[in-house]
């Protein structure tokens, strides 16, 4: 596809395909994924990942936002006088 100076009609596509490379990044939002505590079926040791580490585990925890299933840290704005 070839965006020179040309009609109205046939600039069209060219337009729109400018439009979605502008908003593109503004519909995709990427984020970590979530921490988990799973639970082994066989002897009940705990591990956490962010995946099922295979057949044979349970998820054991709700998500954690933190990395290593750590809670999110708190953060604390001093207003400066």
């Given amino acids: 596809m070839h965006c020179l100076p040309m009609p109205i009609a046939p600039r069209l596509p060219c337009a729109l395909f400018a439009l979605v490379v502008l908003l593109a990044p503004l519909l995709v939002q990427a984020a970590p994924a979530p921490w988990y505590y799973w639970r082994s079926l066989v002897d009940g040791q705990r ?13 054991d925890s709700s998500a954690y936002e933190g990395p290593g299933c750590q809670p999110r840290r708190k953060v604390l704005v001093v207003p400066m006088r």
């Fill in 47 to 59: 591990v956490c990942a962010q995946t099922s580490p295979g057949s044979g585990w349970e998820q």
